[in-house]
């Protein structure tokens, strides 16, 4: 289930707030998947999972891993089977950037009870980027919408670029950077029109023009 559904700036002072103050009231575990970049989570988390090492492991879990590879989570879910989920898990400006979210959150579900996840908003992945030269972020993969408690991926595609269509959506304003959500026990993501970028040039314009709502 997801809830609490929040465009942002990106802060993530309430969500450490919140951690610390479970913490603050007993045992209460977090691990964070595709954490090691900035190392903002670092004083919040028991376990990272990363691809990458994070600079500094002293005193946390490193479980190195290629999220999309179902065959790197050995070691994390033998862990999890010894020792049961996690109560918590951050996923923060990660599912943009892999081949395979839909898979990611299904792994998340089965280390975690419950967490929060974080990617660009739409408008801003829509929008020019500081130097004008494409919309949006380059290194991502994805645009996602939050539409009824369901998360949807659309892939970004070359159209995307060079179709004023996108202008009435794309937002710069830094409140409308971020989008969060909070879920419990499940999380609804799929692909749009059910990973099928077809079967003509009207059906793909049509899935995507389902952005502005």
């Known amino acids: ?48 999972v990363d691809i990458h090492t ?7 879990m490193f479980f190195r891993c290629d999220i999309t590879n179902h065959t790197d989570y050995t070691e994390l879910m033998d862990y999890v089977t010894a020792n049961g989920k996690f109560d918590f898990c951050i996923c923060s400006h990660t599912l943009e950037d892999i081949m395979n979210p839909v898979f990611v959150c299904d792994q998340i ?17 829509l929008a020019p980027n500081i130097e004008g030269a494409w919309r949006g972020y380059i290194h991502h993969r994805w ?4 539409k009824y408690n369901c998360v949807i991926g659309y ?19 830094l409140h409308k950077a971020d989008i969060s959500f909070y879920w419990k026990h499940h999380i609804e993501m799929s692909y749009v029109n059910n990973n099928y ?3 003509n040039r009207d059906a793909v314009c049509g899935y995507y023009r389902n952005l502005k709502d």
């Not at 609490?4 to 977090?30: H, P």
């Open 109 to 125: 579900c089965k280390v975690a009870q419950e967490g929060y996840i974080a990617f660009p908003s739409k408008y801003r992945e």
């Open 197 to 199: 970028l077809g079967p």
């Open 143 to 146: 645009i996602f919408d939050v």
């Open 54 to 60: 994070p600079m500094d492991t002293s005193n946390i």
């Open 1 to 48: 289930m997801i809830y609490n559904v929040l465009l942002s700036n990106g802060s993530r002072v309430n969500l450490l707030e919140y951690i610390k103050t479970k913490k603050a009231k007993g045992k209460f575990t977090v691990i964070d998947i595709g954490g090691s970049i900035n190392g903002w989570s670092k004083d919040v988390v028991d376990a990272i």
């Open 155 to 173: 892939p970004k595609i070359s159209m995307i670029e060079c179709n004023t269509f996108f202008d009435k959506i794309a937002d710069s304003d």
